[in-house]
C-alpha cells in the first residue's frame, strides 16, 4: 500500500486547511486509515482515525476543529482542520491497516499501522 498525503501549508490562527491521503490497492474501501501528527521535539501523536465501517474518533486536542472522513470511490481519506493553532504546527502522517478488522474497529496506537505516507506540514502563525 503507498499512501500519498497533501494539503499542508501556511496558515494563520483560526484558519482551515484539508489534508488529503490517497492510497493505492483496490481494497481501500476495508482499510482502517489514521492520521497522526510530530511537532519539532516531540514524539508522533494520533490525531484521528476512522474505520471503514466509518467509526471516527479524534484526539481531544483537536475535537470540535479537526473531522476525519473518508471517500472510497476516490481511495481517499481526508482531515478537515478548523480554527487552527499554533500548537497544531506539525507534519501530519496518514497511515492504513489492512489487518481484518470488525467495521467498528479503530486503530489509534502507532504500531497497529503498517502502512504510512510521507507527511505533509502545516505551519500555524500566531
Known amino acids: 500500500v503507498q499512501l500519498q498525503a497533501s494539503g499542508g501549508g501556511l496558515v494563520q490562527t483560526g484558519g482551515s486547511l484539508r489534508l488529503s491521503c490517497t492510497a493505492s490497492g483496490r481494497t481501500f474501501s476495508s482499510y482502517a486509515m489514521g492520521w497522526f501528527r510530530q511537532a519539532p521535539g516531540k514524539e508522533r501523536e494520533f490525531v484521528a482515525a476512522?474505520?471503514?465501517?466509518?467509526?471516527?474518533d479524534v484526539a481531544d486536542s483537536v475535537k470540535g476543529r479537526f473531522t476525519i472522513f473518508r471517500d472510497n470511490a476516490k481511495n481517499t481519506v481526508y482531515l478537515q482542520m478548523n480554527s487552527l493553532k499554533p500548537e497544531d504546527t506539525a507534519v501530519y502522517s496518514c497511515?492504513?491497516?489492512?489487518?481484518?478488522?470488525?467495521?467498528?474497529?479503530?486503530?489509534?496506537?502507532?504500531?497497529?499501522?503498517?502502512?504510512w505516507g510521507q507527511g505533509t506540514q502545516v505551519t500555524v502563525s500566531s
Open positions: 497511515a492504513a491497516d489492512r489487518s481484518r478488522r470488525a467495521g467498528s474497529e479503530l486503530v489509534t496506537e502507532i504500531d497497529e499501522y503498517a502502512y
Open positions: 476512522i474505520s471503514w465501517g466509518y467509526i471516527t
